[in-house]
């Protein structure tokens, strides 16, 4: 079982930044899995935001955050990241990691097998 804790969320002005992160712990093989980034807004659906192979050689974003945001992942210390830059009213969610077995980069939820409780990120206007 693989346990996954994201922290860095808050509240930060439109144009400003922040940076999550994702620890993994637990009967661990962070490095085999993929990782991911989903959020949710208030009576929204969940949404992919990016994803990162386990070699960290390949990345994906969905259009809304291309250019704004970065992924990447220290597999050595277990923990994924993402740099939120520009960051806009619209952004604010609920940020959740997840980590998926076999998979390339998965941008589905169903494709991932684990998931954090989330951090909340609120953009101000």
């Known amino acids: 079982q693989v346990q996954l804790v994201e922290s860095g969320g808050g509240l930060v002005q439109a144009g400003g930044s922040l940076r999550l992160s994702c620890a993994a712990s637990?009967?661990?093989?962070?490095?085999?899995?993929?990782m991911g980034w989903f959020r949710q807004a208030p009576g929204k659906e969940r949404e992919f935001v990016a994803a990162?192979?386990?070699?960290?050689?390949?990345?994906l974003y969905a259009d809304s955050v291309k250019g704004r945001f970065t992924i990447s992942r220290t597999n050595a210390k277990n923990t994924g990241y993402l740099q939120m830059n520009s960051l806009k009213p619209e952004d604010t969610a609920v940020y959740y990691c997840?980590?998926?077995?076999?998979?390339?980069?998965?941008?589905?939820?169903?494709?991932?097998?684990?998931w954090g409780q989330g951090t909340q990120v609120t953009v101000s206007s």
């Open positions: 637990g009967r661990t093989f962070f490095s085999s899995y993929a």
């Open positions: 990162i192979n386990w070699g960290r050689s390949s990345t």
């Open positions: 997840a980590g998926a077995r076999g998979a390339l980069l998965p941008d589905k939820a169903y494709e991932y097998d684990y």
